[in-house]
């Protein structure tokens, strides 16, 4: 019953409210200005994933290199992809929390999040 609550709210909740944001601050600062606001931020944070994303293989590199096993970076790297696929979704919560995981200090909070839910 869980899942199918949080199938729901990722499907037909959040996108109808991003579509109402979308057409609300389109009214208010016009629909090429929002439009633009979405592209920009689709191609920003395509960079930064793909620079954290980097990152984040490199970290797996070492520590396996090092005999350490790279759960907690693994763990990054999942958190990274759906933050990245955020980033490219139109809508502005949905960018919000894709720049939220995006950087390092917050995306450790969502980590942790997902090792309390595994």
């Known amino acids: ?4 609550i949080i199938l729901i709210l990722l499907f037909t909740v959040i ?3 991003e579509l109402w944001l ?3 601050i389109g009214t208010l600062i016009g629909a090429e200005i929002t439009i ?4 920009v931020t689709g191609i920003i944070g395509g960079v930064l994933v793909k620079q954290q994303g980097l990152s984040i293989i490199s970290k797996i590199k070492s520590q396996l290199s ?5 759960g907690d970076a693994i763990l990054e790297g999942v958190i990274l992809l759906a933050g990245g696929l955020l980033l490219i979704t139109p809508g502005f ?4 929390t894709g720049f939220l995981i995006v950087i390092p200090y ?3 909070i969502f ?3 997902l090792k309390r839910f595994l």
């Open 106 to 108: 917050t995306r450790k």
């Open 93 to 96: 919560l949905t960018d919000l």
């Open 111 to 113: 980590v942790n999040i």
């Open 1 to 4: 019953m869980r899942i199918l």
């Open 22 to 24: 979308l057409i609300r």
């Open 15 to 17: 996108p109808v409210l």
């Open 36 to 39: 633009g606001i979405v592209l």
């Open 66 to 70: 090092s005999g350490e096993f790279p």
